[in-house]
């Protein structure tokens, strides 16, 4: 058993597998899809989408009839014999479902003989750097006998452009910056304003480049963005909300103002009942834009905020 680091030896192992960054569709999905395991939104017990973890992604070989030579395996793995995918129950922790949940999840699929879409993603920083697999069937539990995985083995007759529905907050955007950069974000809110960043000039990273921080009460927080991240003078944090944020979040970005010392923004386009757009920003939205061009107006910058493109 070794792993697999790279989305080329993906490749190798799965042959039918495309470049999750080639399709705005993949990209959409998997990034909607955050935890590993996805159920069947009109059957809660049914998996229909795997997206595997390429840190904790493995390749076996020679696996025996009851799988008993690759007990060790924790999470997934690929058998490079016969193609099929192995998945630990153990591999689930964040479903925040118990192993006896995800057995009884595997069972059911297994009867069920669900179709099931898999994915391995190794990063998210540029784009989705990954390989989706595509479809498969789930044909065995093999913890009835011996070992404890779900195997699914390759469907090829469902099409690669098909995606199992996940019921989102927000629908993820694919943005390309003028750099040529590819940023996937969680909602078309969020796609906006990296639009207006990139048209404003301002650097940033999102929170998938961003380590989360722990607040010190131990709470962690996934920022949406840092701006001017190599500028300590004008460099802060972006929180960018649909609507006015709450209470609780406007404290919890003072925890983070407090800890970290950087100033912290909410960003947020409210959409009234006759689709005008009118903006929102607290701690003063201009300081955002101190370090911009200064040929970009007042009004200039007021209609990139107000644009949905």
Not at 40 to 54: C, F, K, L
Request: aromatic fraction near 10%; charge should be negative; glycine fraction near 6%.
């Amino acid at each position: 058993m070794q792993s697999v680091e790279t989305v080329e030896r993906v490749l190798e192992l799965a042959p039918h597998g495309r470049l999750v960054n080639t399709s705005v569709d993949a990209q959409v999905h998997w990034r909607g899809q955050k935890a590993i395991l996805h159920h069947d939104e009109n059957d809660p017990r049914a998996i229909d989408s795997v997206r595997m973890r390429g840190d904790t992604f493995f390749e076996v070989e020679e696996v025996s009839d009851d799988y008993s030579n690759v007990r060790r395996l924790t999470s997934c793995a690929i058998d490079a014999d016969t193609g099929r995918i192995l998945v630990a129950p153990t591999g689930q922790r964040n479903t925040k479902m118990t192993i006896a949940q995800c057995k009884d999840s595997f069972i059911y699929s297994v009867d069920r003989e669900c179709k099931v879409r898999v994915a391995v993603v190794f990063s998210e920083e540029d784009g989705i750097d990954g390989v989706d697999l595509g479809w498969y069937t789930a044909v065995e539990f093999s913890g009835r006998s011996n070992g404890c995985f779900l195997v699914l083995e390759r469907d090829e007759e469902l099409s690669l452009d098909v995606f199992p529905f996940v019921q989102r907050i927000g629908q993820p955007t694919v943005v390309t910056t003028s750099e040529g950069t590819t940023v996937v974000t969680n909602s078309a809110q969020e796609g906006r304003f990296i639009r207006l960043f990139d048209a404003l000039g301002i650097p940033f990273i999102d929170e998938n480049r961003m380590t989360p921080i722990r607040l010190p009460n131990g709470t962690k927080y996934p920022v949406d963005y840092m701006i001017y991240p190599e500028d300590p003078e004008h460099q802060a944090y972006v929180e960018v909300k649909p609507f006015r944020p709450t209470d609780v979040e406007i404290m919890k970005a003072g925890e983070l103002h407090n800890f970290m010392s950087s100033e912290t923004y909410f960003m947020s386009t409210v959409w009234s009942f006759d689709n005008n757009v009118s903006s929102e920003t607290y701690n003063s939205m201009s300081n955002a834009f101190r370090k911009t061009n200064d040929n970009v107006s007042p009004d200039e910058a007021n209609d990139y905020r107000c644009s949905d493109n």
